[in-house]
Nanobody, 122 residues
Framework: QVQLVESGGGLVQAGGSLTLSCLASGKIFSINSVAWYRQAPGKQRELVAAISGGGSTNYADSVKGRFTISRENAKNTVYLQMNSLKPEDTYVYYC????????????????WGQGTQVTVSS
């Protein structure tokens, strides 16, 4: 089993910055794609940023130029650097990883973190 634990959320003023981290632990052979999603109460979870297994990145239009996703494979960690934050970035942010626990696991399994609240005040 694999666990994902996010950290780094909190309250920040508009224009400020935060860095979210997500650490994966447990039985990990390799981590394929990693991503950050966000969700408001009663709304659908939406993709914020992702890195594929090949290293390609993808960002939601609303965060392009302000957010940067990165990964540190040796530490099984993914980051989301968030700059120039806006009140509309206020969400619960979730880490997502596709993890292979064994070499024979094929595409791997998808895991989610518990979420971390980001609140941006105006």
């Amino acid at each position: 089993q694999v666990q994902l634990v996010e950290s780094g959320g909190g309250l920040v003023q508009a224009g400020g910055s935060l860095t979210l981290s997500c650490l994966a632990s447990g039985k990990i052979f390799s981590i394929n794609s990693v991503a950050w999603y966000r969700q408001a109460p009663g709304k659908q979870r939406e993709l914020v940023a992702a890195i594929s297994g090949g290293g390609s990145t993808n960002y939601a239009d609303s965060v392009k130029g302000r957010f940067t996703i990165s990964r540190e494979n040796a530490k099984n960690t993914v980051y989301l650097q968030m700059n120039s934050l806006k009140p509309e970035d206020t969400y619960v942010y979730y880490c997502n990883m596709v993890v292979r626990s064994n070499w024979y696991d094929g595409a791997g399994a998808e895991y989610w973190g518990q979420g971390t609240q980001v609140t941006v005040s105006s």
